[in-house]
């Protein structure tokens, strides 16, 4: 069997190196030449740092990667209304890692490259067409314009949320949705704050919110912190989406009146801001889920299979997840569209009630409540919420987040099962 892979981030490297492991032959193309560490921070949960893990990436990953110990959530002035332990202090086997998504894609594609012998780039994905047989597809090299065929068993769209494959497979899906929420992303050098370790959520998107963790071990190793930010602001009403570019420059002075006086014991927001050498601006954007990702041997893999709010620190994890999956259920498959039609049957109905979850956005109905009841702050939170409500807000994020701490700890390895079906 032959897995040609379109597009080389996250969810594409981790689903070669998956299939290799698996002994399953496959190639990624990517339409970038040459490919660097761009982004800012993201997380990844305990579920998709054991499949790295079990990828032999497990050094590494503690080499750049901030192991998150508490999700705090405040109020505008940084009063703590609910604290969850993460990861390791949570109980799961494995930790949460807080990570520059540049490094971690640079990872996987250094890793990539010494197990497969090669990651193709400067190639983009034109069209594709399939038959009982395999998969014929059609591709430009960016720098000559040439036109190439190649053939393949299996075709995995993991090209992102702009996905050429997705849209041949649907060429009627419907638009990216905004919630009307605009976010400018950023990091900055600085002082750690609080345990060093901590990742905040202060405020609400109904009016504003900054999320802030810091993302570098080799920082954290010289006593400093490379903060990671997000701001959120609702700005219109839901509709239309306006230019959707994780690359687009957002302006200073475009977020930081939101944030005017928002300087908390342990964090001076409007510094955090000024901070930073670049701003990133980006809509909050899904879409519908698909009822079907695939056909035959087609399918569709992380963003371009099920794009999601960032609200519970899962879309890379829901890619590394899809990939571990995917390379199962080829190597346990007699043939391949069998394979492809288990592995969207177990993800699509997982990442479909993810999605829906966090359009949700749970947790800001409690932290309105706070701000109703403390407009001016508070001294404890006990005197705001009742144990129920917290109770509540707990329960709330863990629908968007968690995995169930001891089926993830009992489960056994999938590469155990990979051995067995070579």
């Not at 928002?262 to 009822?291: C, H, N, Q, T």
């Not at 968007?400 to 089926?407: H, L, P, Q, V, Y």
Request: glycine residues 10%; charged residues 25%; hydrophobic residues 40%.
């Amino acid at each position: 069997m032959r897995v040609l892979i379109i597009g080389g981030g996250i969810g594409g490297l981790t689903t070669a190196l998956s299939l290799h492991a698996a002994g399953i032959d496959c190639e990624v193309v990517e339409s970038v030449v040459e490919p660097r560490p761009l982004g800012v921070g993201i997380n990844l949960q305990p579920h998709a740092v054991r499949e790295l893990t079990e990828l032999g990436l497990g050094e590494a990953l503690a080499e750049i990667g901030v192991p998150t110990s508490y999700l705090t959530y405040t109020d505008r002035f940084g009063g703590a209304i609910l604290s969850l332990p993460r990861g390791r202090f949570a109980g799961y086997d494995w930790p949460q890692y807080s990570i520059h998504r540049g490094e971690l894609q640079m990872l996987l594609l250094e890793t990539a490259r010494e197990r497969l012998g090669t990651v193709r780039t400067g190639l983009s994905l034109e069209d594709f067409e399939q038959d009982g047989t395999g998969v014929t597809v059609s591709l430009r090299d960016v720098r000559t314009g040439e036109h190439l065929k190649e053939t393949a068993d299996v075709l995995v769209g993991a090209d992102g949320i702009h996905s050429t494959v997705r849209a041949r497979l649907h060429p009627d899906d419907g638009p990216l949705l905004w919630n009307g929420i605009r976010m400018w992303r950023g990091t900055t050098e600085g002082e750690p704050f609080l345990d060093g370790t901590t990742l905040i959520v202060a405020g609400s998107n109904l009016s504003a919110k900054f999320v802030a963790y810091p993302i570098s071990a080799r920082l954290r190793a010289r006593g400093r912190a490379l903060i990671n930010w997000v701001a959120e602001v609702t700005v219109a009403e839901p509709g239309p989406v306006p230019v959707a570019d994780w690359s687009r420059p957002g302006r200073l002075e475009d977020v930081l009146p939101h944030f005017d006086g928002w300087r908390f014991p342990y964090l001076d927001v409007p510094a955090v801001i000024s901070g930073s050498e670049r701003i990133l601006e980006y809509p909050m954007v899904d879409k519908d889920p698909l009822p079907r990702w695939g056909d035959g041997r087609v399918t569709l893999l992380g963003d371009a299979a099920h794009p999601l709010y960032p609200v519970g620190s899962n879309g890379g994890s829901q890619a590394v997840l899809d990939a571990r999956v995917l390379a199962r259920e080829l190597a346990g498959a007699a043939d391949p569209a069998a394979g492809l039609a288990a592995y969207e049957q177990e993800r699509r109905t997982a990442t479909t009630g993810l999605v829906l979850a966090h359009r949700e956005l749970p947790m800001e109905e409690t932290i309105a409540v706070v701000t109703e009841r403390a407009p001016d702050g508070f001294d404890d939170i006990a005197d705001v919420l009742t144990p129920e409500e917290l109770a509540n807000m707990a329960a709330a994020q863990r629908r968007t987040t968690d995995m169930d701490i001891k089926a993830l700890n009992s489960r056994s390895s999938w590469n155990v099962a990979y051995k067995a079906y070579r």
